[in-house]
């Protein structure tokens, strides 16, 4: 339930601030095959769903929202003098640079976690398992599905 929630919390933002039900779309199922990521991790490494593991999935869910919100602003703060194509390339090569720092360095600060290596590690383990799992999967998300739905529905929208 409370991931439904949360996905809905991010859909209303987004919705709020581009007023375009198709961006909102589009960010809401980037965050829900950002959550398979965190699924995937974590039947991968028979870890079971919990708080923490249901936890770090709504980490992502929100993650994967703010990182969509700056590369959608971006890409509409370009494309007022660019080209749509050009607006694209623009807001993505601006992004990728955040993105990747921000999941080389949580995969990086949770893979001690994920291993269980240090004392109480294990209660975290879900935790860390399903937010690096999500990260893996949020990266070509972000930098690839979103940018080419947000292009496809700027496109129907001129049409």
Do not use: C, W
């Amino acid at each position: 339930m409370i991931l439904i929630i949360g996905g809905l919390l991010v859909f209303t933002v987004v919705l709020f601030m581009f007023k375009n039900i198709k961006i909102s779309l589009s960010v809401l199922l980037v965050s829900a095959l950002g959550i398979s990521g965190s699924i995937i991790a974590l039947y991968l490494t028979n870890t079971p769903l919990n708080v923490g593991s249901y936890t770090g999935i709504i980490m992502i869910i929100g993650i994967i929202g703010e990182n969509s919100i700056f590369t959608i602003h971006k890409f509409l703060d370009e494309n007022k003098n660019n080209s749509t194509n050009k607006a694209m390339r623009l807001a993505v090569s601006a992004r990728l640079r955040p993105s990747l720092m921000t999941v080389l360095a949580a995969i990086v600060a949770l893979t001690p976690l994920a291993l269980g290596i240090g004392t109480g590690a294990q209660m975290h383990q879900p935790l860390a398992i399903a937010v690096i799992g999500g990260f893996v999967l949020a990266l070509p998300l972000l930098l690839i599905v979103l940018p080419t739905l947000i292009y496809k529905s700027i496109q129907i929208n001129k049409d």
